[in-house]
């Protein structure tokens, strides 16, 4: 079993910023990568930003620039900074926990609302 904690949702007004932590435990061994999706009401969930455990990342284009992934290895836990925030970047966030080899298999936080006011 592996559990997936987030916390550091909230509300914010457009151009402030938010963080929000994964804290990963169980059985978290062969999780190689960790990171942030978000749903939209009506859309389909998306990813935000991935990071390996070697620090590789991948950011989504619409992200670039204003949010920051980071991991700390040490505590199973990552990170989404959150600046520039916009009224579009308004969704659930859940945090995924990823096995990533000849199979790929995915664990997911319960979700954290952030809500951008304009």
């Known amino acids: 079993q592996v559990q997936l904690v987030e916390s550091g949702g909230g509300l914010v007004q457009a151009g402030g910023s938010l963080r929000l932590s994964c804290a990963a435990s169980g059985s978290i061994f062969g999780i190689n990568t960790m990171g942030w999706y978000r749903q939209a009401p009506g859309k389909q969930r998306e990813l935000v930003a991935v990071?390996?455990?070697?620090?590789?990342?991948i950011v989504a284009d619409f992200v670039k620039g204003r949010f920051t992934i980071s991991r700390d290895n040490a505590k199973n836990t990552v990170y989404l900074q959150m600046n520039s925030l916009k009224p579009e970047d308004t969704a659930v966030y859940y945090c995924?926990?990823?096995?990533?080899?000849?199979?790929?298999?995915?664990?997911w936080g319960q979700g954290t609302q952030v809500t951008v006011s304009s």
């Open positions: 990071i390996t455990r070697g620090g590789s990342i």
């Open positions: 995924n926990g990823a096995v990533v080899s000849n199979i790929r298999i995915d664990y």
